[in-house]
Antibody
Framework: QVQLQESGPGLVKPSQTLSLTCTVS??????????WSWIRQPPGKGLEWIGY???????YYNPSLKSRVTISVDTSKNQFSLKLSSVTAADTAVYYC??????????????WGQGTTVTVSS | QSALTQPASVSGSPGQSITISCTGT?????????VSWYQQHPGKAPKLMIY???NRPSGVPDRFSGSKSGNTASLTISGLQAEDEADYYC??????????FGGGTKLTVL
């Protein structure tokens, strides 16, 4: 059974770069059937898709965040990572990683991490 | 990409049926049969309930069903139960090869 676990600092200073890692266990990140996504949820608000990456390194980003986002993959560690630069208080949110199924579930996100809270504050 | 439009809240009594709408455009909901629905209880990660408009993943009760007409998708929950009280989000694949979420709907079971 595939599981995802986010890790990274819970507090980031304004203007700095937020960095998170998602570790995939119970399955291979190199499976061609999936994209690996980052999604966030500000306190009391809805879900916002940030971007996803294929195991080959191909990436797609939310246009509203594209200038600040970098998603990378390390297949040797079965991990993928998020970097969000020049953060402000508006980037305070619970950050989730999720598996996005291409062919089996029509871009449905069927496995999610538990989420990690990131607060942007000095 | 603009968020899909969902009602902020819906409510129903146990045993009743409710429907949550999700309105997009021909570039997302209307253009692809890649609409998903997620259930999120407070403090928990979202759970996939429906994919490809109307398909249920293994383990999701058949009380949950999905449909689509034009640019609007719908999630129907029949035989409402107390544990169905949660936030529900729709999502659609878009012409930009990316997904977009709806704003979310809070379901209250009276």
């Amino acid at each position: 059974q595939v599981q995802l676990q986010e890790s990274g600092p819970g507090l980031v200073k304004p203007s700095q770069t937020l960095s998170l890692t998602c570790t995939v266990s119970g399955g291979s990140i190199s499976s061609g059937d999936y994209y690996w996504s980052w999604i966030r949820q500000p306190p009391g608000k809805g879900l916002e898709w940030i971007g996803y990456i294929y195991y080959s390194g191909s990436t797609y980003y939310n246009p509203s965040l594209k200038s600040r986002v970098t998603i990378s993959v390390d297949t040797s560690k079965n991990q993928f990572s998020l970097k969000l630069s020049s953060v402000t208080a508006a980037d305070t949110a619970v950050y989730y990683c999720a598996r996005t199924s291409l062919t089996l579930l029509g871009y449905g996100m069927d496995v999610w991490g538990q989420g990690t809270t990131v607060t942007v504050s000095s | 990409q603009s968020a899909l439009t969902q009602p902020a809240s819906v409510s129903g009594s146990p045993g009743q049926s409710i429907t949550i709408s999700c309105t997009g455009t021909s570039s997302d909901v209307g253009g692809y049969n890649y609409v998903s629905w997620y259930q999120q209880h407070p403090g928990k990660a979202p759970k996939l309930m429906i994919y490809e408009v109307s398909n249920r993943p293994s383990g999701v009760p058949d009380r949950f069903s999905g449909s689509k007409s034009g640019n609007t998708a719908s999630l129907t929950i029949s035989g409402l139960q107390a544990e169905d009280e949660a936030d529900y989000y729709c999502s659609s694949y878009t012409s930009s090869s990316t997904p977009v979420f709806g704003g979310g709907t809070k379901l209250t079971v009276l």
